[in-house]
Protein backbone atom coordinates (compact mmCIF):
# COMPACT_ATOMS: atom_id res chain seq x y z
CA UNK A 1 0.00 0.00 0.00
CA UNK A 2 2.23 2.69 0.99
CA UNK A 3 5.35 3.04 -1.67
CA UNK A 4 7.71 5.57 -0.05
CA UNK A 5 9.42 5.84 2.75
CA UNK A 6 9.29 7.92 5.28
CA UNK A 7 11.44 9.59 8.03
CA UNK A 8 10.58 11.36 11.51
CA UNK A 9 12.41 12.13 15.09
CA UNK A 10 10.54 9.00 17.13
CA UNK A 11 11.99 10.23 20.56
CA UNK A 12 10.45 13.87 22.64
CA UNK A 13 11.68 17.19 21.47
CA UNK A 14 14.48 18.57 23.81
CA UNK A 15 17.55 17.57 25.14
CA UNK A 16 18.05 14.27 26.20
CA UNK A 17 20.42 11.52 26.35
CA UNK A 18 19.63 10.10 22.84
CA UNK A 19 17.42 10.97 20.09
CA UNK A 20 15.98 8.74 17.73
CA UNK A 21 15.17 9.40 14.15
CA UNK A 22 13.21 6.74 12.61
CA UNK A 23 13.22 5.52 8.73
CA UNK A 24 10.74 3.55 7.05
CA UNK A 25 9.96 1.90 3.88
CA UNK A 26 11.63 0.82 1.04
CA UNK A 27 14.49 2.46 0.45
CA UNK A 28 15.73 3.13 4.26
CA UNK A 29 18.29 1.27 3.73
CA UNK A 30 19.88 2.79 1.29
CA UNK A 31 18.78 6.59 2.56
CA UNK A 32 20.48 5.74 5.30
CA UNK A 33 23.71 4.65 4.35
CA UNK A 34 24.38 7.62 1.36
CA UNK A 35 24.06 9.58 5.43
CA UNK A 36 26.60 8.09 7.58
CA UNK A 37 30.04 6.37 7.22
CA UNK A 38 29.76 3.28 9.34
CA UNK A 39 33.23 2.57 11.52
CA UNK A 40 33.63 -1.09 9.57
CA UNK A 41 33.62 -1.73 6.47
CA UNK A 42 31.58 -4.94 6.95
CA UNK A 43 27.76 -4.19 5.21
CA UNK A 44 24.29 -3.07 7.83
CA UNK A 45 22.88 -6.70 8.60
CA UNK A 46 19.38 -6.48 9.96
CA UNK A 47 19.33 -6.39 14.15
CA UNK A 48 22.78 -5.53 14.51
CA UNK A 49 23.85 -1.84 15.40
CA UNK A 50 26.39 -0.56 13.91
CA UNK A 51 28.60 2.58 15.10
CA UNK A 52 28.74 5.67 12.18
CA UNK A 53 29.06 9.10 12.12
CA UNK A 54 26.22 11.18 10.46
CA UNK A 55 27.97 13.70 7.75
CA UNK A 56 26.35 16.59 6.33
CA UNK A 57 26.14 17.03 2.08
CA UNK A 58 29.81 18.54 2.49
CA UNK A 59 30.76 15.42 4.34
CA UNK A 60 31.38 16.98 7.68
CA UNK A 61 30.67 14.96 10.69
CA UNK A 62 27.41 16.19 12.77
CA UNK A 63 27.36 13.62 15.28
CA UNK A 64 28.49 9.97 15.96
CA UNK A 65 25.39 7.38 16.01
CA UNK A 66 24.48 4.36 16.38
CA UNK A 67 22.57 2.72 13.20
CA UNK A 68 19.99 -0.22 13.64
CA UNK A 69 18.28 -1.48 10.50
CA UNK A 70 15.37 -4.16 10.52
CA UNK A 71 14.34 -5.86 7.46
CA UNK A 72 10.71 -6.48 6.42
CA UNK A 73 8.54 -8.01 7.23
CA UNK A 74 10.06 -8.03 11.00
CA UNK A 75 9.76 -4.82 11.99
CA UNK A 76 7.54 -2.19 14.01
CA UNK A 77 5.64 -1.29 10.34
CA UNK A 78 6.73 -4.77 9.03
CA UNK A 79 8.75 -2.80 6.49
CA UNK A 80 12.44 -2.47 5.95
CA UNK A 81 13.00 0.40 9.06
CA UNK A 82 16.10 1.76 10.03
CA UNK A 83 16.73 3.72 13.24
CA UNK A 84 19.43 6.14 13.90
CA UNK A 85 20.64 6.85 17.47
CA UNK A 86 21.72 9.91 17.87
CA UNK A 87 23.42 11.99 21.22
CA UNK A 88 20.61 13.77 22.15
CA UNK A 89 19.56 17.47 21.99
CA UNK A 90 17.74 19.19 19.15
CA UNK A 91 19.95 20.45 16.77
CA UNK A 92 21.69 16.77 16.22
CA UNK A 93 18.58 14.76 15.37
CA UNK A 94 16.76 17.97 13.84
CA UNK A 95 20.23 18.25 11.09
CA UNK A 96 19.30 14.13 11.06
CA UNK A 97 16.04 14.30 9.80
CA UNK A 98 17.06 17.10 7.22
CA UNK A 99 19.26 15.03 5.50
CA UNK A 100 16.88 11.79 5.56
CA UNK A 101 14.54 13.94 3.80
CA UNK A 102 17.01 16.10 1.23
CA UNK A 103 18.21 11.78 0.65
CA UNK A 104 14.95 11.09 -0.76
CA UNK A 105 12.75 10.03 2.05
CA UNK A 106 9.17 11.57 3.15
CA UNK A 107 8.25 13.49 6.56
CA UNK A 108 5.77 11.29 8.30
CA UNK A 109 2.16 12.43 9.51
CA UNK A 110 1.23 11.62 12.64
CA UNK A 111 0.71 8.00 13.65
CA UNK A 112 1.96 6.79 10.06
CA UNK A 113 4.24 4.21 11.75
CA UNK A 114 1.73 3.12 13.57
CA UNK A 115 -0.54 2.80 10.40
CA UNK A 116 1.91 1.12 8.31
CA UNK A 117 2.14 -1.65 10.92
CA UNK A 118 -1.75 -1.68 11.17
CA UNK A 119 -1.80 -1.85 7.01
CA UNK A 120 1.13 -4.07 7.01
CA UNK A 121 -0.74 -6.68 9.31
CA UNK A 122 1.72 -6.03 12.04
CA UNK A 123 -1.04 -4.58 14.35
CA UNK A 124 -4.75 -4.82 14.13
CA UNK A 125 -6.62 -1.76 14.73
CA UNK A 126 -7.21 -2.65 19.14
CA UNK A 127 -4.12 -3.28 19.32
CA UNK A 128 -3.08 0.52 17.32
CA UNK A 129 -5.09 2.00 19.88
CA UNK A 130 -3.59 0.31 22.34
CA UNK A 131 -0.47 1.88 21.20
CA UNK A 132 -1.33 5.23 21.49
CA UNK A 133 -3.04 4.48 25.24
CA UNK A 134 0.20 2.86 26.33
CA UNK A 135 2.05 6.34 25.24
CA UNK A 136 -0.61 8.28 27.16
CA UNK A 137 -1.31 6.31 30.27
CA UNK A 138 -1.12 8.16 33.44
CA UNK A 139 -1.16 5.75 35.84
CA UNK A 140 0.49 2.03 36.36
CA UNK A 141 -3.05 0.20 35.96
CA UNK A 142 -3.96 2.19 32.63
CA UNK A 143 -0.21 0.73 31.39
CA UNK A 144 -1.39 -2.44 32.14
CA UNK A 145 -4.62 -2.40 30.70
CA UNK A 146 -2.92 -0.70 27.57
CA UNK A 147 -0.52 -3.84 27.74
CA UNK A 148 -3.09 -6.43 28.05
CA UNK A 149 -4.74 -5.32 24.57
CA UNK A 150 -1.46 -4.97 22.94
CA UNK A 151 -0.86 -8.29 23.78
CA UNK A 152 -3.86 -9.71 22.10
CA UNK A 153 -6.15 -10.22 24.55
CA UNK A 154 -8.85 -8.47 23.32
CA UNK A 155 -8.09 -9.88 19.98
CA UNK A 156 -8.56 -13.32 21.24
CA UNK A 157 -11.99 -12.36 22.98
CA UNK A 158 -13.56 -10.81 20.20
CA UNK A 159 -11.94 -13.19 17.52
CA UNK A 160 -13.45 -16.18 19.81
CA UNK A 161 -16.81 -15.02 19.70
CA UNK A 162 -16.68 -14.09 16.46
CA UNK A 163 -16.14 -17.38 15.19
CA UNK A 164 -18.88 -18.85 17.54
CA UNK A 165 -21.36 -16.33 16.13
CA UNK A 166 -19.73 -17.11 12.31
CA UNK A 167 -20.57 -20.88 13.34
CA UNK A 168 -24.00 -19.96 14.38
CA UNK A 169 -24.53 -18.07 11.05
CA UNK A 170 -23.25 -20.58 8.98
CA UNK A 171 -25.34 -23.53 10.34
CA UNK A 172 -28.74 -21.42 10.23
CA UNK A 173 -27.86 -20.31 6.73
CA UNK A 174 -27.56 -24.06 5.51
CA UNK A 175 -31.01 -24.96 7.23
CA UNK A 176 -32.69 -22.08 5.46
CA UNK A 177 -30.78 -22.67 2.10
CA UNK A 178 -31.58 -26.90 1.96
CA UNK A 179 -34.59 -27.05 3.54
CA UNK A 180 -35.41 -30.22 1.83
CA UNK A 181 -31.41 -31.79 2.39
CA UNK A 182 -30.67 -34.12 5.12
CA UNK A 183 -28.23 -31.97 6.89
CA UNK A 184 -28.53 -30.57 10.49
CA UNK A 185 -30.88 -28.27 11.31
CA UNK A 186 -30.58 -26.35 14.58
CA UNK A 187 -33.45 -26.18 16.76
CA UNK A 188 -34.89 -23.06 18.17
CA UNK A 189 -34.01 -24.17 21.68
CA UNK A 190 -30.55 -25.19 20.90
CA UNK A 191 -29.99 -21.81 19.05
CA UNK A 192 -31.36 -19.62 21.74
CA UNK A 193 -29.10 -21.36 24.11
CA UNK A 194 -25.75 -20.75 22.32
CA UNK A 195 -27.04 -17.28 21.65
CA UNK A 196 -27.18 -16.63 25.40
CA UNK A 197 -23.80 -18.10 25.89
CA UNK A 198 -22.65 -15.70 23.32
CA UNK A 199 -24.44 -13.02 24.62
CA UNK A 200 -23.03 -13.55 28.53
CA UNK A 201 -19.28 -13.65 26.39
CA UNK A 202 -20.33 -10.22 25.14
CA UNK A 203 -21.14 -8.90 28.35
CA UNK A 204 -18.54 -9.49 30.49
CA UNK A 205 -16.16 -8.28 27.83
CA UNK A 206 -17.99 -5.36 27.60
CA UNK A 207 -17.40 -5.22 31.28
CA UNK A 208 -13.54 -5.99 31.24
CA UNK A 209 -13.60 -2.79 28.26
CA UNK A 210 -15.87 -0.52 30.26
CA UNK A 211 -13.03 -0.89 32.96
CA UNK A 212 -10.35 -0.45 30.78
CA UNK A 213 -12.02 3.31 29.44
CA UNK A 214 -12.48 4.56 33.10
CA UNK A 215 -8.49 3.68 33.52
CA UNK A 216 -7.85 5.45 30.20
CA UNK A 217 -10.28 8.29 29.88
CA UNK A 218 -11.40 9.17 33.38
CA UNK A 219 -14.03 10.12 35.22
CA UNK A 220 -15.56 13.66 34.86
CA UNK A 221 -16.57 14.87 38.44
CA UNK A 222 -18.62 17.87 38.69
CA UNK A 223 -18.77 19.50 42.21
CA UNK A 224 -21.77 21.64 42.67
CA UNK A 225 -23.87 22.99 44.99
CA UNK A 226 -25.39 26.56 46.38
CA UNK A 227 -22.83 29.25 46.90
CA UNK A 228 -20.11 29.22 49.89
CA UNK A 229 -21.39 25.53 50.64
CA UNK A 230 -17.31 24.65 50.38
CA UNK A 231 -16.64 23.42 46.80
CA UNK A 232 -13.84 25.02 46.60
CA UNK A 233 -12.04 24.15 49.89
CA UNK A 234 -13.60 20.61 48.82
CA UNK A 235 -11.69 20.94 45.50
CA UNK A 236 -8.63 22.04 47.70
CA UNK A 237 -8.84 19.31 50.14
CA UNK A 238 -8.86 16.18 47.07
CA UNK A 239 -5.73 17.73 45.57
CA UNK A 240 -3.91 18.89 48.85
CA UNK A 241 -2.84 21.75 46.75
CA UNK A 242 -4.69 25.40 46.85
CA UNK A 243 -6.12 25.28 43.73
CA UNK A 244 -9.10 27.13 43.77
CA UNK A 245 -9.41 30.79 45.73
CA UNK A 246 -11.25 30.14 48.82
CA UNK A 247 -12.73 32.82 51.22
CA UNK A 248 -15.91 33.33 53.15
CA UNK A 249 -17.61 35.54 50.87
CA UNK A 250 -20.41 33.74 48.61
CA UNK A 251 -19.56 33.86 45.25
CA UNK A 252 -16.04 33.53 45.16
CA UNK A 253 -15.90 31.14 42.09
CA UNK A 254 -16.93 32.78 39.14
CA UNK A 255 -15.53 30.24 36.82
CA UNK A 256 -15.36 26.64 35.92
CA UNK A 257 -12.02 25.38 37.79
CA UNK A 258 -10.62 21.84 36.38
CA UNK A 259 -7.71 19.99 37.62
CA UNK A 260 -7.03 15.71 37.74
CA UNK A 261 -6.47 13.60 40.66
CA UNK A 262 -5.29 10.26 40.26
CA UNK A 263 -7.28 7.70 42.55
CA UNK A 264 -6.46 3.62 42.54
CA UNK A 265 -5.14 3.99 38.61
CA UNK A 266 -8.15 6.25 37.78
CA UNK A 267 -7.84 9.48 36.75
CA UNK A 268 -10.85 12.06 38.71
CA UNK A 269 -11.11 14.92 36.39
CA UNK A 270 -12.62 17.32 39.06
CA UNK A 271 -14.72 20.64 38.18
CA UNK A 272 -14.94 23.20 40.81
CA UNK A 273 -18.14 24.98 39.94
CA UNK A 274 -19.94 28.53 40.55
CA UNK A 275 -22.59 28.39 43.03
CA UNK A 276 -25.55 27.51 41.69
CA UNK A 277 -28.40 29.76 42.83
CA UNK A 278 -31.33 31.70 41.52
CA UNK A 279 -30.19 34.65 43.29
CA UNK A 280 -27.42 35.69 41.32
CA UNK A 281 -26.11 39.30 41.46
CA UNK A 282 -24.17 40.26 38.30
CA UNK A 283 -23.66 38.88 34.96
CA UNK A 284 -20.50 37.69 35.20
CA UNK A 285 -22.00 35.13 38.39
CA UNK A 286 -24.74 34.64 36.02
CA UNK A 287 -22.12 33.35 32.98
CA UNK A 288 -20.59 31.46 36.10
CA UNK A 289 -24.11 29.47 37.11
CA UNK A 290 -25.03 28.61 33.47
CA UNK A 291 -21.60 26.91 33.27
CA UNK A 292 -21.65 25.50 36.76
CA UNK A 293 -25.27 23.53 34.62
CA UNK A 294 -23.38 23.13 31.86
CA UNK A 295 -20.27 21.08 33.69
CA UNK A 296 -23.42 19.22 35.72
CA UNK A 297 -24.44 18.10 32.17
CA UNK A 298 -21.31 17.03 30.57
CA UNK A 299 -20.54 15.30 34.10
CA UNK A 300 -19.93 10.90 34.80
CA UNK A 301 -21.17 11.75 38.29
CA UNK A 302 -22.25 15.03 40.32
CA UNK A 303 -21.06 15.80 43.94
CA UNK A 304 -23.87 18.14 45.12
CA UNK A 305 -21.70 19.66 48.31
CA UNK A 306 -24.52 20.85 51.45
CA UNK A 307 -23.13 23.47 54.46
CA UNK A 308 -23.95 20.87 57.23
CA UNK A 309 -22.92 23.58 59.72
CA UNK A 310 -25.88 25.70 58.41
CA UNK A 311 -29.84 24.61 58.22
CA UNK A 312 -31.17 22.62 54.76
CA UNK A 313 -32.50 24.94 52.34
CA UNK A 314 -35.12 23.29 50.56
CA UNK A 315 -33.45 24.35 47.33
CA UNK A 316 -30.40 21.84 47.91
CA UNK A 317 -33.22 19.28 48.43
CA UNK A 318 -34.93 20.23 45.14
CA UNK A 319 -31.70 20.37 43.19
CA UNK A 320 -30.71 16.50 44.71
CA UNK A 321 -34.10 15.02 43.46
CA UNK A 322 -33.28 16.38 39.84
CA UNK A 323 -30.16 14.74 39.75
CA UNK A 324 -31.93 11.12 39.98
CA UNK A 325 -31.14 10.07 36.52
CA UNK A 326 -27.63 11.09 37.09
CA UNK A 327 -24.59 9.20 38.83
CA UNK A 328 -24.05 11.43 41.58
CA UNK A 329 -23.41 11.97 45.30
CA UNK A 330 -24.14 14.32 48.14
CA UNK A 331 -21.74 15.74 50.38
CA UNK A 332 -22.54 16.79 53.89
CA UNK A 333 -19.18 19.27 54.40
CA UNK A 334 -18.15 20.97 56.97
CA UNK A 335 -18.52 18.72 59.53
CA UNK A 336 -15.48 19.58 61.72
CA UNK A 337 -18.21 22.06 62.81
CA UNK A 338 -21.31 21.61 65.15
CA UNK A 339 -23.70 20.49 62.83
CA UNK A 340 -27.22 21.43 61.93
CA UNK A 341 -28.41 18.63 59.62
CA UNK A 342 -27.25 15.39 59.96
CA UNK A 343 -26.35 12.31 57.24
CA UNK A 344 -29.30 10.27 58.93
CA UNK A 345 -32.01 13.43 58.57
CA UNK A 346 -30.85 14.02 54.95
CA UNK A 347 -30.68 10.82 53.89
CA UNK A 348 -34.16 9.97 55.01
CA UNK A 349 -35.33 12.98 53.05
CA UNK A 350 -33.42 11.95 49.74
CA UNK A 351 -33.72 8.32 50.02
CA UNK A 352 -32.28 7.41 46.76
CA UNK A 353 -29.04 9.23 47.16
CA UNK A 354 -25.98 8.30 48.95
CA UNK A 355 -24.74 10.40 51.58
CA UNK A 356 -21.74 10.88 53.21
CA UNK A 357 -20.34 13.90 55.86
CA UNK A 358 -16.82 15.06 55.35
CA UNK A 359 -14.89 17.95 56.28
CA UNK A 360 -12.79 19.70 53.84
CA UNK A 361 -10.92 21.69 56.24
CA UNK A 362 -9.69 18.95 58.01
CA UNK A 363 -9.69 16.10 55.33
CA UNK A 364 -11.91 13.88 57.27
CA UNK A 365 -13.57 11.13 55.28
CA UNK A 366 -12.46 12.18 51.59
CA UNK A 367 -10.95 8.68 50.74
CA UNK A 368 -14.27 7.41 51.65
CA UNK A 369 -15.62 10.20 49.18
CA UNK A 370 -13.14 8.70 46.62
CA UNK A 371 -13.96 5.25 46.98
CA UNK A 372 -17.51 5.99 46.33
CA UNK A 373 -16.80 8.51 43.81
CA UNK A 374 -14.67 5.44 41.33
CA UNK A 375 -17.88 2.73 42.70
CA UNK A 376 -20.49 4.81 41.13
CA UNK A 377 -18.65 4.51 37.83
CA UNK A 378 -17.04 1.13 37.77
CA UNK A 379 -19.56 -0.76 39.14
CA UNK A 380 -18.67 -4.48 40.14
CA UNK A 381 -16.06 -4.14 37.16
CA UNK A 382 -12.80 -5.30 38.19
CA UNK A 383 -10.00 -2.45 36.90
CA UNK A 384 -7.39 -4.89 37.94
CA UNK A 385 -7.99 -6.75 34.94
CA UNK A 386 -9.39 -3.97 32.18
CA UNK A 387 -8.67 -3.80 28.75
CA UNK A 388 -7.83 -1.04 26.84
CA UNK A 389 -10.62 -0.03 24.92
CA UNK A 390 -11.95 3.45 23.42
CA UNK A 391 -15.57 4.57 23.56
CA UNK A 392 -15.85 3.33 19.95
CA UNK A 393 -14.54 -0.31 20.86
CA UNK A 394 -17.12 -0.48 23.83
CA UNK A 395 -20.18 0.80 21.51
CA UNK A 396 -19.32 -1.57 19.18
CA UNK A 397 -19.19 -4.21 21.99
CA UNK A 398 -23.32 -2.50 23.03
CA UNK A 399 -24.26 -3.12 19.66
CA UNK A 400 -23.13 -6.62 18.99
CA UNK A 401 -25.19 -7.74 22.70
CA UNK A 402 -28.31 -5.89 20.92
CA UNK A 403 -27.97 -7.71 17.98
CA UNK A 404 -27.96 -11.09 19.56
CA UNK A 405 -30.20 -9.69 22.15
CA UNK A 406 -32.67 -8.84 19.32
CA UNK A 407 -31.97 -12.38 17.65
CA UNK A 408 -32.82 -14.19 21.13
CA UNK A 409 -36.41 -12.01 21.34
CA UNK A 410 -37.28 -13.24 17.88
CA UNK A 411 -36.89 -16.51 18.61
CA UNK A 412 -38.96 -16.30 21.92
CA UNK A 413 -41.55 -14.78 19.71
CA UNK A 414 -40.85 -17.58 17.06
CA UNK A 415 -40.17 -15.72 14.46
CA UNK A 416 -38.03 -17.18 11.39
CA UNK A 417 -34.20 -18.04 11.83
CA UNK A 418 -34.05 -15.47 9.07
CA UNK A 419 -34.62 -12.81 10.94
CA UNK A 420 -32.01 -14.41 14.04
CA UNK A 421 -29.16 -14.94 10.92
CA UNK A 422 -29.54 -11.03 10.28
CA UNK A 423 -29.01 -10.24 13.84
CA UNK A 424 -26.36 -12.56 14.24
CA UNK A 425 -24.82 -11.33 10.98
CA UNK A 426 -25.08 -7.33 12.40
CA UNK A 427 -22.91 -8.49 15.54
CA UNK A 428 -20.42 -10.12 13.57
CA UNK A 429 -20.26 -6.83 11.94
CA UNK A 430 -20.09 -4.58 14.63
CA UNK A 431 -17.06 -6.98 16.17
CA UNK A 432 -15.02 -7.00 13.17
CA UNK A 433 -15.23 -3.08 13.30
CA UNK A 434 -13.39 -3.18 16.71
CA UNK A 435 -10.57 -5.32 14.71
CA UNK A 436 -10.55 -2.75 11.70
CA UNK A 437 -12.13 -5.93 9.70
CA UNK A 438 -14.77 -3.25 8.10
CA UNK A 439 -12.32 -0.67 6.21
CA UNK A 440 -13.47 3.27 6.59
CA UNK A 441 -10.84 5.73 5.43
CA UNK A 442 -12.49 8.53 7.92
CA UNK A 443 -12.09 6.53 11.19
CA UNK A 444 -8.56 5.31 10.68
CA UNK A 445 -7.75 8.98 9.64
CA UNK A 446 -8.86 9.75 13.13
CA UNK A 447 -7.67 7.03 15.22
CA UNK A 448 -4.05 7.87 13.82
CA UNK A 449 -3.75 11.14 13.29
CA UNK A 450 -4.26 11.43 17.51
CA UNK A 451 -0.74 10.08 17.38
CA UNK A 452 1.69 12.23 17.42
CA UNK A 453 5.05 12.30 14.78
CA UNK A 454 7.38 9.64 14.61
CA UNK A 455 5.06 6.93 16.18
Excluded at 95 to 116: D, K, N, Q, V, W
Excluded at 267 to 289: K, Q, S
Amino acid sequence: MFGDTIAAISTAWGNSGIAIVRLSGPDSWSIAQRQVRLQTEAPLKARFARNAVLLDEAGEEIDHILVLPFRAPHSYTGEDLVELHCHGGSLAAQRCLELLISGGARMALPGEYTRRAFENGRLDLSQAEAVGALIQARSNEALRAANRTLDGELTRAVGEIYEELTSLGAEIEVGLDFPEEDVPYVADESLAGRLEVVRQSLADLLERCSSGVILREGIRVAIVGRPNAGKSSLLNALLKESRAIVTAIPGTTRDVIEAVLTYRGIPLRLVDTAGITENYHDEVEAIGVERARAAMKEADVCVWVIDGSEPLHQEDVDRVHELADTPHLVVLNKADLPQQISEASLTALIPASTVISVSAAKGLRLDELKESLVGLVSGTGALDTGLNASSRQVEELRGAIASVGTGLKALGDGLDQALVSGCVGDARRSLSRILGGDRDEDLLHEIFGRFCIGK
